[in-house]
């Protein structure tokens, strides 16, 4: 006898909305299954508004509102029991963002919970890490966004250092992250790695994900330094139209993705690590689980 509950996680990025439908699939005896059963992104790029010019524009508002009433129809029909959506930097920056998640509120009943950095990287390592974390190595997991990137050390299992850095793909695009942003987020990495011997990274976000697809590797194979510094070069030769044409990319994953990249790279190297972990995993799969294990 099994049992099946509909959840679904809107995750507001600063490159991306997303919402994702998932089943959860209980049987007695077995730990619960949880199954994608519906991918929606709409690329609504709040960034470019939110570390601009600080606040999120009306063309966006006017999307968002569109789009959120789409998701609440999608949840309708798909008979979604349970839900969060979740906003990051981009909300949390613009001056407006409260006002905007409050529009939303009234015009499509959902409700958006706009959180911080921390918050963010604890809802992401409350999904199926563990099945890529052996207890006896230790792991950088990496999550590259729009406006932020996340860093969590895990040893023996356990997280023992959070980190986000004001660092992430639209920033880069817009010239808005200096130097010293950059040495912060390398003496952060080789102060808390330094006493291992052996780190491996987990990577996270949308860019790498499509880095992995590229590879053609088997999901629990990872990626090694080699390969993405490769692709960093081979990235690099490419003008933008190119990236769309030749590699099938999406015309806002094709400008952010070699500055996504750099940061893996850079992650590694202060790091030392040989390789990178892709799981598909992301905000919306931490949404998800948090919900279903009463942590959020």
Not at 198 to 207: P, Y
Not at 235 to 254: F, H, S, V
Request: aromatic residues 10%.
């Amino acid at each position: 006898m099994i049992n099946i509950k509909k959840y679904a996680a809107i995750d507001i990025g600063s490159n991306a909305m997303r919402l994702l439908v998932c089943n959860i699939v209980e049987q007695e005896g077995k730990a619960p299954q949880f199954n994608k059963s519906s991918l929606v992104r709409v690329p609504i790029r709040l960034g470019q508004d939110a570390f601009t010019v600080g606040e999120i524009s009306d063309d966006n508002i006017e999307r968002m509102v569109d789009a959120m009433k789409a998701y609440k129809l999608l949840m309708k029909v798909h008979k979604v029991e349970r839900y969060m959506a979740c906003a990051t930097s981009a909300m949390r920056e613009a001056f407006n963002g409260n006002e905007v998640a409050e529009l939303i509120h009234q015009e499509a009943e959902i409700k958006i919970d706009i959180i911080d950095g921390k918050k963010e990287a604890a809802i992401i390592a409350s999904t199926d890490l563990h099945t890529f974390i052996k207890p006896d190595q230790t792991y950088l997991f990496v999550d590259v966004g729009g406006g932020s990137t996340e860093f969590s050390l895990f040893d023996n299992g356990k997280i023992i250092a959070s980190k986000s850095f004001k660092n992430g793909t639209v920033r880069l695009l817009n010239n808005m992250v200096n130097d010293l942003v950059w040495v912060e987020i390398e003496k952060w990495i080789k102060t808390v790695t330094e006493p291992f011997d052996n780190v491996t990274l987990i990577g996270s976000g949308g860019n790498i994900n499509k880095l992995f697809k590229l590879s053609g590797k088997k999901q629990d194979l990872p990626l090694s330094y080699f390969y993405i510094n490769s692709q960093y070069q081979f990235l690099n030769t490419l003008t933008y139209e190119q990236r769309i044409a030749e590699l099938g990319l999406n015309p806002d994953r094709a400008d952010v993705i070699i500055y996504a990249t750099r940061i893996y790279l850079n992650a590694m190297k202060w790091s030392g690590a040989r390789n990178i972990y892709v799981p598909k995993i992301g905000l919306s799969d931490g949404i998800v689980k948090a919900m279903y294990y009463g942590k959020i």
